[in-house]
C-alpha cells in the first residue's frame, strides 16, 4: 500500500468521535488530561516517557507498520509521538483535533497486543501509554460509537449481546436438548452449588456461537468433570469497557464474575475459548478492583483441555487428518504463557502440525484484538489492510486449516483470510477435540 492509501484509509468519519468532540471545549480537554495524569498514573508512565530514547526499534514489531510499507506514522514510537507525548508537551491544551486524530490512533490502530515491548531494548509498556490515552478519551467522551454501544450492553444488561437473562437460560437447555440426541446422559448443569468448575463464555458464544456451548458440554460430559453454569447475569466474561477505558465498567463486570463464581461455591472458573477475556479476568479487572490475588482460581480452555489430556480424561479416538496450523492469541501466549500447552493439545489432536513463523510470543496479532474489531463496519478495511503482513504468513504455511482458540482473533483472521483470498478455514481447539475425542456415552 502507497502512502497516499494509507493516509486516506486513516480519513474516516466514525459518528461516536464526532458527535464526543463536538461537545468539547479547551478547558475541558485541559481539565479531564491533567486529572487522568496527575490521579491515575505516576511512576510507571514517567519512567517509560523519560527513559524512551526514540531509536524506533519497537517499529519492527508492529503489524500496522509492517503492512503500511514501513510508514513511520504507523509505528507505535510513531503513535505514541501522535497522542501520549502531545498532550503531554502542551499539558493538556490540545485541540479538539488533536483528540479526534489521538482517539482514532488509540482505538483503531493498536492492537494493545504488546509485541513492541519485547523489541523496546527498555521493555517499554507502549501499551500502558496507548491505554492512558483510552481512558483520557472515554472520560472526554471521545469513543467510536460501535465499541462504545458494545460497553452500553454491558452496563445495562452485564452481556455485551444484550442477551436477557431468559434467552440465556434458553440457550443453555436448546444445546442441551441437541446435545442429548448425540449422548443421552448428557446434562448442562445450572446453579449446582459446590461443583469443582463454574464454565463462562462471552456474549457472542448464546448469541451465534452456540455449538461451542454444545461442544464444551460434550467434552464437560465425557470427561467426567462435575461442572455448573450460572443462570444469572455474571455468566459474559468478556469486557469491551476495558478497551474504551471505562475502568469502572470494567471492575463492574469483573467483580459480578468472580462473585457468581463465589455464590455458586464452586472451586475454580473455566473460561472458554477467548483472548481478551481472560485478559480482563487474569490480569486487568482483577487489579483495578485491588484485589492482591484473585477470590478464585480461574484457567483458559486451552490450560484445561491440556489438564484433562494429561491426567487421562480426554481421549483421542482419531487423528485430525488435514495438515493445520496454530495461531497464537496475544493475550494467552504473551500474556499468559500457555503456547506449549495449546502445542501438546493440537499434536495429540492433530496428525500434520505446520508451524507458521515467526511464532509463540512473537507471532503477529489478528489485529482484531484489543477492541479495534468491535470499533465495527468504519474500521473493518483499517483492519484488514493494517495486517497484510499476517496474511503473508498464513499463506507461507501452505495449510488449509488455522487452528485460533480465541474468539477475536476468529473474527479478525476471517476478514484477512477471506480479503486475501487465502482459502483457509478457521477451528477452535474445542472444535478439533469434539471431532477427535473419545465419546464413551454417544449413541
Request: contains cysteine; neutral net charge; aromatic residues 8%.
Amino acid at each position: 500500500m502507497n502512502k497516499e492509501t494509507s493516509n486516506k484509509s486513516r480519513e474516516i468519519v466514525d459518528e461516536g468521535l464526532i458527535a464526543g468532540v463536538r461537545k468539547l471545549t479547551p478547558a475541558r480537554i485541559e481539565k479531564v488530561i491533567n486529572q487522568v495524569l496527575k490521579k491515575e498514573t505516576g511512576a510507571r508512565l514517567e519512567a517509560y516517557i523519560n527513559t524512551c530514547v526514540h531509536c524506533g526499534l519497537c517499529s519492527e514489531a508492529c503489524h500496522y507498520f509492517l503492512s503500511h510499507d514501513r510508514d513511520p506514522v504507523y509505528s507505535p514510537v510513531g503513535k505514541v509521538k501522535q497522542t501520549i507525548w502531545e498532550i503531554l508537551k502542551h499539558k493538556g491544551k490540545v485541540s479538539t483535533g488533536t483528540i479526534l486524530k489521538a482517539a482514532r490512533i488509540a482505538y483503531t490502530e493498536c492492537n494493545l497486543c504488546k509485541r513492541c515491548s519485547m523489541y523496546c531494548p527498555f521493555g517499554i509498556d507502549i501499551a500502558y501509554m496507548i491505554s492512558i490515552m483510552r481512558r483520557i478519551c472515554h472520560r472526554l467522551g471521545v469513543t467510536p460509537q460501535y465499541i462504545q454501544d458494545t460497553a452500553h450492553s454491558h452496563s445495562a444488561t452485564m452481556n455485551q449481546m444484550w442477551v436477557k437473562d431468559d434467552e440465556w437460560i434458553d440457550s443453555l437447555q436448546w444445546q442441551e436438548d441437541e446435545a442429548r440426541d448425540e449422548i443421552p446422559n448428557l446434562r448442562i448443569p445450572l446453579e449446582k452449588e459446590g461443583a469443582d468448575v463454574l464454565y463462562s463464555v462471552i456474549g457472542p458464544e448464546p448469541k451465534f456461537r452456540t455449538q461451542l456451548i454444545y461442544q464444551a458440554a460434550v467434552i464437560m460430559n465425557e470427561a467426567g468433570v462435575d461442572w455448573t453454569m450460572p443462570a444469572t447475569p455474571g455468566w459474559d466474561n468478556s469486557d469491551m469497557a476495558m478497551f474504551t477505558g471505562d475502568y469502572e465498567l470494567m471492575g463492574r463486570l469483573k467483580r459480578l464474575h468472580f462473585e457468581t463464581a463465589m455464590r455458586l461455591k464452586v472451586k475454580r472458573i473455566v473460561m472458554g475459548e477467548c483472548g481478551h477475556a481472560y485478559r480482563s479476568v487474569y490480569d486487568t479487572g482483577n487489579r483495578w478492583l485491588g484485589w492482591k490475588d484473585m477470590p478464585i482460581p480461574i484457567i483458559h480452555a486451552v490450560q484445561f483441555y491440556w489438564e484433562l489430556l494429561n491426567e487421562g480424561k480426554l481421549k483421542v479416538a482419531k487423528k485430525f487428518e488435514e495438515p493445520v496450523t496454530f495461531h497464537d492469541p496475544c493475550n494467552i501466549v504473551r500474556g499468559m504463557g500457555l503456547h506449549e500447552k495449546a502445542r501438546e493439545v493440537v499434536k495429540a489432536f492433530c496428525k500434520d502440525f505446520v508451524e507458521m513463523y515467526p511464532n509463540r510470543e512473537h507471532n503477529y496479532c489478528c489485529c482484531a484484538g484489543g477492541g479495534v474489531i468491535n470499533c465495527g463496519p468504519p474500521f473493518k478495511m483499517t483492519r484488514i489492510t493494517g495486517n497484510r503482513i499476517k496474511a503473508e504468513q498464513l499463506k507461507a504455511t501452505g495449510v488449509k486449516v488455522v487452528i485460533a482458540p480465541c474468539h477475536n482473533c476468529h473474527g479478525g483472521l476471517d476478514d484477512i483470510i477471506h480479503h486475501y483470498g487465502l482459502g483457509m478455514e478457521l477451528k477452535f481447539l474445542g472444535d478439533i477435540i469434539y471431532e477427535c475425542m473419545e465419546k464413551p456415552n454417544a449413541v
